[in-house]
């Protein structure tokens, strides 16, 4: 018989399905963000991942989250659900995306304090390590993003910031959510809790709908459908099983695929500094979620042999 899937490699492939969906997200953000504005983007969104989330916790006839698991999804419903796609797309806007890319990659940093702190997480030095390495990738792939015509308002500055900020909040709240209530639960949930947040956007959703290229409104659905309901998901899945600093870490890989999507689906041929940020950010990666070996027990020595037969002569 074929031996089970270890649940640990179930959640590094179910962090593996986020961050390339997540990636994918850049792409779409960009056709569709050109026809609708940051909270009518989200709120069309949220509403689609919501649908989806909803009709799958009908098939699979899962309740209520317990009592317990409400306080983390609310907070992780209201700040990255909800603040955190309004602020993002309003900051991308009025910031160059490289300075984006690094002001937003601050979040996997705050992930792993906030989680020292209030998870009592342990910020082992692989840990530290790889997400140094990833960040000084994160930023190599932001400055060969930012041409000499980007641009960086203070309004914008601080809007990226937010976002990270709101990210990192998100994540450290959920955490807790998860061990009282299914990765489901909490992100269909979360979701519906981002969306209602957002509802005050929606005159300008429907406004910008009516007269949005078709285009632009099929990427905001697959924002709803894929990086939103499918890839939240699977961050729960995988969140529940390993620590909140160990997978913001993880998505120090998004930069790197966006790089090789970019190249792949648009056509723009990455340089030399783009590609060696990306690397860096996969090998920050790699280190970040590796485990140190085992010490191997010490090899007996030339008379081991002789000592273990005295003492049995002295049994």
């Known amino acids: 018989m074929p031996k089970s899937v270890s649940p640990a490699r179930l959640a590094l492939a179910a962090a593996g399905v986020t961050v390339v969906l997540w990636a ?5 953000i960009r056709s569709a963000g050109a026809a609708y504005s940051p909270g009518a983007l989200a709120l069309g969104r949220l509403l689609a991942g919501a649908l989806v989330l909803g009709a799958v916790l009908l098939v699979r006839r899962e309740g209520l989250p317990p009592r317990a698991a409400w306080p983390g999804i609310l907070v992780s419903g209201l700040l990255w659900f909800g603040v955190y796609m309004v602020v993002l797309n309003w900051g991308e806007q009025e910031v160059d995306a490289g300075t984006a890319a690094m002001l937003v990659n601050v979040g996997p940093l705050l992930i792993a304090l906030l989680g020292a702190r209030f998870l009592g997480e342990r910020m082992g030095p692989r840990l530290l390590a790889g997400m140094a390495v990833s960040f000084a990738g994160a930023v190599a792939v932001g400055l060969s993003m930012s041409g000499e015509d980007g641009h960086a308002s203070v309004l914008g500055v601080g809007l990226c910031l937010l976002a990270a900020v709101a990210y990192a909040g998100g994540v450290v709240a959920q955490k807790p959510a998860l061990a009282h209530a299914s990765a489901l639960q909490v992100t269909a949930f979360g979701c519906a809790i981002g969306a209602a947040a957002c509802l005050p956007f929606a005159g300008q959703l429907v406004a910008e709908a009516s007269r949005a290229p078709l285009s632009a409104t099929a990427n905001m659905v697959y924002l709803g459908v894929f990086p939103t309901a499918l890839a939240f998901t699977t961050w729960a899945y995988a969140l529940a099983r390993t620590t909140a600093g160990r997978m913001g870490a993880t998505t120090y890989a998004v930069p790197a695929l966006v790089v090789l999507m970019a190249w792949a689906l648009l056509g723009e041929l990455p340089g030399a500094l783009t590609l060696a940020g990306g690397a860096l950010c996969l090998a920050g990666v790699a280190v970040s979620r590796s485990r140190p070996r085992a010490s ?20």
């Open 296 to 315: 191997a027990p010490p090899a007996p020595g030339p008379d081991a042999g002789r000592k273990e037969a005295a003492g049995e002569r002295h049994r």
């Open 24 to 28: 994918s997200a850049f792409v779409s």
